[in-house]
């Protein structure tokens, strides 16, 4: 019997300005953000697959840097991913019956929101899978009671994020903070300085509160992030002083991100911060990028996160070149999309 499964490729993301505002009670003590997201080219894949009624869900992470999710004793259910398979299933009256697999290779605990990039992929799935066919817009409601970055993560490209970062709005952000490619309107290159250690979020957030922001960074986190972890601060540094167009920490960090102008400064950056242990990993992506989708009809049994054997990949909704307009987001899973496998 064939079965079908549903593949995201997930980009990361980052915030090309951050700025923080109060906590707000009638939010769950969230601040108010206002924020310029920008989805860069380090992908996990999620992978979903519905599994016979009855049969419960399944989650299945698989790569080579884990932290914290790849210990023995993590519950499955705090999972972002396994929390919007439950979310949608209430929203859209269906039954959690469900394997997730999901290979990773965005940092985990990084600030390049790897849990909800995730979370949207499971969302972007089971809409297709479960036949929903619902507008980007209906998906948002359920992603912004995940976590602030899962509706952006929905779309990808280039937005602003308002309210606690759920509220997205076409972005028209300045060369100043997009470097010379993306301002263009083309791929802008960058590096990715990651690390083994991670930064919880509440964390960086409540030192926030404590010690504020520097008025002179573009990320309003940056000042407590670097405080907790002071590599970051040195990686930036090292960075801007070989060229970089921009350096900053990424959303709440630790990891940093560096606009590069060509290829001979992100020569000097690698071997700057290699030579420095300023960071543990260095991941080269282009930015902005786009959720893309491809759904497998399998003849093997895919329940449990099983590898999928003697399969068929068709590519849904991936972006052409250039992607759209800049201050724009992508919606994957509208019209090209609906019942694909029918």
Known sequence: MSQAAVSVRCPGKTNLELKVGPRRSDWGDRHLLDT??????IYDTVTVALKSPGRGFSLDIRGDHLGDLGQGQADMGSNLAVQALFALAQAGGREPDASIRIDKRIPVGAGLAGGSADAAGVLLALNILWRLDWPHERLEEVAAGLGADVPFC?????LRGRDYGQTLEPAAPGPHLLGPSMAAGGSGHLLVGAY?????????????????????DDNDLQRAACNLHPRSRQAIELALRAGAERAFVSGS?????????????????????????????????????????????????????????????????????????????????????VNPIA
Do not use: K
């Not at 310029?36 to 080219?41: E, M, S």
């Open 253 to 337: 960090g630790p990891s940093v991100v560096a606009l590069l102008p060509d290829l001979a400064t992100a020569r000097r950056i690698r071997n700057t911060w290699a030579e420095s242990c300023a960071v543990d990993r260095i991941i080269a992506a282009d930015a902005p990028a786009w959720p893309e989708l491809s759904y497998t009809v399998s003849s093997d049994p895919v329940e449990g996160g099983q590898d999928h054997a003697g399969r068929r990949e068709e590519p849904m909704g991936v972006p052409g070149p250039g992607g759209p307009a800049l201050g724009t987001g992508r919606t994957p899973s509208v019209a090209p999309l």
């Open 36 to 41: 310029t997201y920008c989805a860069v080219g």
């Open 154 to 158: 929905l779309r990808g490209g280039i």
């Open 196 to 216: 083994l250690d991670e930064l919880g979020t509440a964390d960086v957030y409540t030192a926030f509160d404590t010690m504020g922001g520097n008025p002179e």
